[in-house]
């Protein structure tokens, strides 16, 4: 029979060998696309939806990480059979082969992962060490007493990826950022805004702007059918505003299901929210252009008509998220690339296209009723361009009140009270969750603590956390 001849006893040692190929391909993959990405983040991402993913990235995964092992697998599971083809003699008898190949799968890829993993974060990751770091330090948002003595509008422009770095003369030859200068001149500018523990990638980074909490845990996501749902009945930043009588709403070019965020926003009140299956649906004139969906000048130009909504029903929330300068993202450019990089002049032109919404804000008749913060995400991903070794995410604060020091060092868990006192609203203890505001004089923990230190201690098991996160 054809079966028979096929020897499928060969494909026994198959499950192992692909797990080593797999593994080995899946790290290759991250380390091309996502750099810098750590192990909370994929654990993240692996257990929520990955809808709207770009598809030159789905596409790549597929055929690397999936096809091409199987083709390595089946040559090693059927070498025996190849060397009699060639007369070669054959050491193994079929099942010794099979266990002897399946074992040394299994060592290796045990072997490799930690080779590649820093053995502190497997450590970490394996601990059940816990903390009582949240039990000293949490302040609870329901509890907390918030006046807004004038209820200003607020636009948070959360922009993929965008550093400060991108300003150095130096390492780049120019600033990138060059039609930001006049704002920055104008407005507020905090020194020193890095990345927090299990908040540098953009879905952690939303989640503390709300929350005020890192997004760790992500094998912990509760899962009601086929939705997820985190920080569910946390008293979070659209709760608050939405008790204050705010409109909210959201506009992405990208779909919100990935990364769980479409019940997210929803769970925090924003119920008006456009994403690419809504411009698909609404907007026909635009074309999606992007493999994610729709680039940032769409995303922008949306984020206007819904500006002029909003201002007739005040005081408003505005979320706008960007995706051009996403490492890996390819938008058709010019070749006209700032030293022939197509992502530098990437980051130029969402610069461009930033510049041109706030320039349109300002003739607005409620633009000085307005906050708008404009912060980076997280520091970028990625190694296909070299970057200098300072680097900072980028922040501006349009239309606040004067802090006393500008000179501070914050992460985005202390985005959450931050942008309510840039508003004018007045926090007793100016915390909220773990987030203290860099408008008043109080010590961030990213001031208080070293880097080190907050990552490790964070990283343990808390049962204050997972209440919090799981309720």
């Known amino acids: 029979m054809i079966f028979s001849k096929l020897k499928l006893h060969r494909l026994y040692a198959f499950p192992a060998v ?79 082969y099979n266990w002897f190949i399946s074992l040394l799968s299994l060592l290796l890829t045990v072997g490799y992962i930690f080779y590649k993993v820093d053995s502190a974060t497997i450590e970490r990751f394996l601990s059940n060490e816990s903390s009582d770091f949240y039990e000293q330090h949490f302040a609870e948002p329901r509890k907390a007493d918030i006046q807004f003595p004038v209820k200003k509008n607020l636009i948070v422009l959360h922009v993929e990826s965008f550093e400060k770095t991108f300003e150095n003369r130096e390492f780049f030859g120019e600033n990138l950022l060059a039609d930001f200068e006049d704002m920055e001149a104008q407005n507020v500018q905090f020194k020193n805004f890095v990345n927090g523990f299990a908040t540098d990638f953009t879905q952690g980074s939303i989640i503390a702007l709300f929350t005020g909490m890192p997004a760790k845990y992500g094998s912990l996501i509760q899962r009601v059918g086929r939705y997820l749902h985190f920080f569910h009945g946390y008293y979070s930043l659209g709760k608050i505003l ?10 992405q070019g990208t779909d919100s299901k990935f990364g769980g965020m479409e019940v997210f926003l929803v769970d925090n009140e924003v119920e008006d929210k456009i994403d690419s299956k809504i411009i698909r649906k609404n907007y026909p004139q635009y074309a999606q252009n992007s493999p994610w969906g729709y680039t940032d000048d769409v995303v922008l130009n949306i984020a206007k008509d819904k500006v002029v909504e909003l201002a007739k029903r005040p ?76 680097r900072r995410i980028y922040n501006l604060f349009i239309n606040t009140p004067q802090p006393e020091n500008v000179d501070r060092t914050f992460s985005q868990v202390d985005l959450f009270p931050t942008v309510i006192e840039a508003m004018g609203g007045k926090i007793k203890g100016h915390r909220l969750g773990i987030g203290t505001s860099v408008f008043s004089k109080k010590q961030t923990f990213s001031e208080k603590y070293s880097e080190e230190y907050l990552h490790e201690t964070l990283a343990k098991r808390n049962k204050l956390y997972e209440e919090m996160f799981l309720r």
């Open 18 to 96: 692909f797990l080593l190929a797999f593994t080995i391909a899946v790290f290759r993959y991250m380390h091309k696309h996502f750099a810098d990405a750590n192990l909370g983040q994929i654990l993240f991402f692996l257990n929520t939806p990955s809808e709207g993913v770009d598809e030159n990235l789905r596409r790549w995964f597929i055929e690397h990480c999936l096809l091409t092992p199987c083709i390595y697998v089946l040559a090693v599971c059927y070498l025996p059979e190849l060397l009699k083809l060639l007369r070669i003699k054959v050491p193994f008898a079929k099942f010794s």
């Open 242 to 251: 939405k008790d204050n009588g705010y409109t909210l709403a959201a506009v």
């Open 315 to 390: 005081p408003y929330f505005l979320h706008v998220q960007t995706i051009d300068t996403h490492v890996g993202h390819k938008k058709k450019m010019q070749k006209s690339a700032s030293n022939g990089n197509v992502y530098l002049e990437m980051i130029r032109q969402t610069c461009k296209d930033v510049a041109a919404f706030l320039k349109w804000m300002q003739q607005r008749p409620e633009y000085k009723d307005t906050v708008i913060v404009l912060i980076g995400d997280h520091l970028r991903l990625g190694n296909d361009f070299p970057m200098p070794e300072e």
